[in-house]
């Protein structure tokens, strides 16, 4: 079963982890919450393709008292003013099927959401302009064939475009818009059919289940 995760995005792909530490020491001794521990997650790399470093913060029982996760809004703004660039901050809870978000940027107001978990995640994936199987498969901790299949049936076709971003934020990479794809050849039409077979197989699987 998955357990809840919060996960922060920084736009300043070269980031330091001690000066990430820093701010959150500094947000969480303000927002009176003991300060978790936080690292890079190195296997992201759909996530610094589209111009993101990704940091996990460990989160702990509540124990009654407040949580970092309590806080998100602020934390993800103290990240945006310190490192001078966008943040997207994400607390999923998968098994209660419970997600909250919140971006946000130096000189703009900041925007958050909460709500079911897959439309939560899809709104983040938009924000950070990735496909929402792909920040799926993030927040599992792997993309293993199951996992990319229950992810196709979760998010479905739900993607925004190619090259997308967040409101506001450049091609990191100083790239040109990509071309439009070409038409459908035979092979793509045949690889289509065969993921939406699959796509029903798992629907099919996911409804013995219940």
């Known amino acids: 079963m998955s357990q809840p ?5 920084l ?4 980031g330091n982890l001690t000066a990430l530490r820093q701010t959150l020491s500094r947000a969480c001794e303000t927002a009176h919450v003991p300060l978790p521990d936080v690292r890079w997650v190195e296997a992201a790399a759909p996530m ?4 993101w470093r990704v940091a996990e913060v460990k989160l702990q029982p509540s124990g009654g008292k407040a949580v970092p996760e309590d806080h998100l809004d602020s934390l993800v703004r103290a990240v945006a003013r310190d ?5 997207v901050g ?10 909250r978000a919140s971006l946000s940027e130096p000189g703009r107001p900041s925007r958050s959401l909460e709500g079911e978990y897959i439309d939560v995640v899809r709104q983040t994936a938009r924000w ?3 496909e929402a199987p792909v920040l799926g498969r993030l927040l599992d901790g792997g993309a293993t064939a199951r996992n990319l299949l229950a992810a196709a049936v979760d998010f479905g076709n739900d993607a ?3 090259g997308a971003a967040a409101p506001g934020k450049p091609n990191r990479r100083g790239e040109q818009p990509p071309a439009p794809p070409p038409e459908p050849d035979e092979d793509d039409r045949f690889v289509e059919a065969k993921l ?4 029903r197989l798992m629907e099919q699987y996911l409804s013995h289940r219940k």
């Open 90 to 99: 994400l607390y999923t809870d998968k098994a209660g099927s419970y997600g």
């Open 196 to 199: 939406v077979e699959a796509r």
């Open 160 to 162: 925004p475009p190619q």
């Open 128 to 130: 950070l302009g990735v």
């Open 48 to 51: 610094t393709d589209a111009g």
């Open 5 to 9: 995760r919060l996960v922060l995005f």
């Open 83 to 87: 490192f001078r660039d966008q943040a």
């Open 11 to 14: 736009a300043d792909i070269e």
